[in-house]
């Protein structure tokens, strides 16, 4: 399999560019736009990755007259800061891009719900939003927007528990259905997009959707940000086109002793050397925004349980599998490690992560099985001995 | 049915149901029982134990049924083996957080935990335990007990301190294996907000939420030969304490009971309801003067006037309202009434030291605890009340005895405060103090009979929120004329949270009413923190068709009517409100923080 790195400048490119690509997009009708988006493939990038076409599309369908939108920038993912840098250098293609969803859904009330310890980028983004407003009066579009400082814990980013946070509940995930889009933030019709997504329409409709959707492949289209950590000469963030594969991945950001690569941030799955080859980045795991390299000398263990401690701590803990389970990966591997627990006990934990994946409330309680059971796989010796 | 229905498969069967309608309920339908824990019918849905998950063919994930609506063309397993796994391994994950103690817990045999470990017959222990070992419980509290170390973080009591009582006394903190059950600023239980209802007990799935018990103090009195133990019991307890012993809900059981009590071993088994009756006479008393004071006075008095007999009412208007406490009544509950006359009167008709009294209430309250223990319920110059006893733990005391309940003969109340009107026995169900102040009250004013077929005022009975009755006064005594024409509104709520939306009106002075009963529990007393667990809507009527049926069979059903009323005002308390009454009947509130 051949593939390789196409590192591109869509989202980080000037920025003062987007009024036209909004003004040539309000020219067209409203079910064009939904059209183009859906052509184009975009899907969100806040992990969950559905098609923001569709969300939009469904939004607009409501009958309801108050519609809000609200920009996911709670980032509270370990090892993630493309949404920082995106709201830093180009804010004003994530307003259009609310600006445009305002056009198709009919919301005249935004949100950017910033992650508390990003308090610091208010004034500035303050000073974008207040530009925006004079700015949207020649377009005619009536959006207003705020910002929601964040309350600190991970799980706010789930679009259902950062609407109850903003309606000053305890940040807990709600049931789905009903979603957002019928029943969102104070009961009405809500758009929930990540940062990023929002400032990707601006590059759908610059490209236009056909060229959007000739980069990437088959399953995710268009191109992306990483926020690469760990043994990389290269941390940072880059943007990329879908559809790498791990290996040409590594060859490029890791150290040259790359031994394992945590695709997805720690919802994700942990890909290890010898699988290089055969994973895409984007197909078949989940595209959240981390990407963590481990090189030979990292103990996969330690890492895993890095990740457990995080899930215990973050959990909301309202639902079961979740609160308890989170516990009992975490306590039950340390069990193996000290010999108090038979190996075979991993493989009870195995599917029990398999439990906590179909009964959990939320995706953080149904994701953990995945960093879990791939490393635990791939690393079995380093979790026993 | 109406029009928008929606057929789905569950097991194989195929089911009609409303639109709206969880899969829960819908598997209910056709005799499909699903475990539930967080689930509460009284309560909005968590969707948070995930017990209750079902496999939705075509889809990976599970789904939780009881948040979950039923939709077109679903087809729902309820038992595959995906689902029986899952669900197994949840009730493995709760246990292995849970400080299993079932031989020493007051739940055991009753606790919704224990009984879905036994059914998925979690016994293999196969998950570490992961209890916190920090754990104290929280005993501060004259009514509420607190052991974290036995909550399963359903959140049905935040729920229910929050949707039915507004208090909002528990709040979820943390998170993560840090999450629980938390007061504000984690304040003893004594320290807070909590007006002592126990709602809160009778929605907990397990022991996390008790009330306190004092069987044991009790029995210690009763093995005292130098004391008399006193025992009264509420209207209430009588209608519910059969379910302690496996009689359907509904079941009257008074005879027994009296006969277990003498069984056990009090002294005295007395009647509640002869205070209650008491408490009639003066506060209708009481309010016919606040009425006379403001119609012929034109002084200020404080209208509507309000009950008092709630306890967890008295508590939740003290912190909520505070610069409305005028507008309660100064009667004391008939809890306390008996209490002060039992180390009075009593004490003197029978020639016994009131201080060697020990005098108990079988309640179906827990706020009632605390209410013996507030510093003012001294007024006979001893704690008037002893100790207050939930119907559970009368239940357990019977069985401590080693009573067979269902084989007992049925006996009658001792004398002296043993008798009492019907008007007494409604003052359980919700609108029954009012219909009992009502009867008499019309009596006094007019001299003749409430105009209601058998005297029994409809308009005041039933589980509606908030209800309401107009009463016109017409031909009244010469003492009352002034009442002559009036057209009386009368308002009654049960549940804090209807009690809240009573007082703001009264806030805003918008309150229509002349006169209004609060309960602080939903249904009244039969639906009290102290009764039979479990307490639904279902069983709550049942209750309440049974106060009533009692009520029908009482030879008398006026307050002033009863003989031994009239006996006790001519031989000690004189008349209504004189100084006697005031001194050992009336009581004054105080103010309390909101928080
Ligand atoms: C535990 C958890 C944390 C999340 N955190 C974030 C976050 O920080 N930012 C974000 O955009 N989406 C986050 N999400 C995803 C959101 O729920 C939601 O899917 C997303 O905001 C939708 O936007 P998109 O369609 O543009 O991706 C999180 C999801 C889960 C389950
Ligand atoms: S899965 Fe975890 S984070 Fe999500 S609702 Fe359940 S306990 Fe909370
Ligand atoms: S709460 Fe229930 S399961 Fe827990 S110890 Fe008590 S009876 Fe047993
Ligand atoms: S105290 Fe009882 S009702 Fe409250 S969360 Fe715990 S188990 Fe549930
Ligand atoms: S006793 Fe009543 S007020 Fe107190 S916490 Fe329980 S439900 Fe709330
Ligand atoms: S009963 Fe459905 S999730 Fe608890």
Known sequence: ???????????????????????????????EVVSELIKSGLRGRGGAGFPIGLKWKFTA??????????????EGEPGTFKDREILTQVPKKVLRGMALCAYVTGAKKGFIYLRGEYKYLVPHLQKNIDEFHEDMKKFNIDLNVEIFLGSGAYVCGEETALIESMEGKRGEPRNKPPYPNQFGYLGKPTVVNNVETLASTMIVFRLGADVYNNLGTKDQQGSKLFSISGDSPKEGVHEIELGMSVADFVNEFGDGDTKAVQVGGVSGFCVPRKNFNKEIIGEGNTTGGSTMIFNSSRSM?????????????????????????????????????????????LDQLIKLSKTMQITSKCGLGQSVTNSFTSIVNNFREEMIY | MSKNTITLIIDGTKVTVEEGTSILDAAKKVDIEIPTLCHHEDLCVAGNCRVCVVEEKGKNNLTASCAAPATEGMDILTSSP??????????????????????????????????????YNVDNDIYLSVLKNNTTIDKSSWSIEKDDSKCIRCQRCVRTCAEIQHVNALAVTHKGHEMKISTFMDFPMNEIVCTNCGQCIIHCPTAALTERRYYDDIWEAIDDPTKHVVVNTAPSVRVALGEMFDYEPGKIVTGKMVTALKKMGFDSVLDTDFSADLTIIEEANELLVRLKKAFVDKEEVALPMITSCSPGWVKFIEHMYPEHLGHLSTCKSPQQMFGSMVKTYYAEKKGIDPKDIVCVAGMPCAAKKYEANRPEMRDSGFQDIDAGL?????GHMIKQAGIKFQELPEENFDKIMGESSGAAVVFGATGG???????????????????????????????????????????????????????????IAHGLTNARAIMDQIVEGKSPY??????????????????????????????????????????????????????????????????????????????????
């Open chain 2, 433 to 491: 103090v009012m219909e009992a102040a009502l009867r008499t009250a019309y009596a006094v004013i007019t001299g003749r009979p409430v105009p209601f077929d058998n005297l029994n005022i409809t308009p005041v009975r039933g589980m509606e929120s908030i209800k309401e009755i107009t009463i016109k006064f017409e031909d009244c005594v010469p003492e009352y004329s002034f009442l002559e024409g009036i057209e009386a509104k009368f308002g």
């Open chain 2, 390 to 394: 939930t119907t559970r733990e009368l």
């Open chain 1, 301 to 345: 263990y330690n890492v895993l349980h890095n990740f457990l401690d995080f899930f215990a701590e973050e959990s909301c803990g309202q639902c079961t599998p979740c609160r308890v389970g989170c516990q009992q990966l975490l306590k039950g591997i340390e069990a193996v490690k000290a010999g108090e627990k038979s190996p075979k006990y």
């Open chain 1, 1 to 31: 399999m051949t593939t390789h790195i196409n590192k591109l400048g869509y989202i980080f490119s000037k920025d003062c560019e987007c009024d036209d690509i909004l003004k040539n997009t309000l020219a067209k009708t409203k079910d």
């Open chain 2, 82 to 119: 995906k689902v029986r796994r899952a669900r197994k391994d949840i009730m493995a994950l709760l246990v292995s957080e849970h400080n299993t103690q079932c031989t020493t817990c007051y739940r055991n045999t009753n606790c919704e935990l224990q009984t879905l470990a036994s059914d």
């Open chain 2, 514 to 595: 002349v006169f209004i009963e609060i309960m602080a529990c939903p249904g009244g007393c039969i639906g009290g923190g102290g009764q039979p667990i479990p307490t639904t809507d279902e069983i709550r009527k049942k209750r309440i068709e049974a106060i009533y049926a009692e009520d029908m069979g009482k030879p008398i059903r006026m307050s002033h009517e009863n003989p031994e009323i009239k006996e006790i005002y001519e031989s000690f308390l004189k008349v209504p409100l004189g100084e006697k009454s005031h001194h050992l009947l009336h009581t004054k509130y105080r103010k309390r923080k909101r928080y």
């Open chain 1, 61 to 74: 369908s409501q009958p309801e007259e108050v519609k809000y939108i609200i920009c996911n920038a709670d």
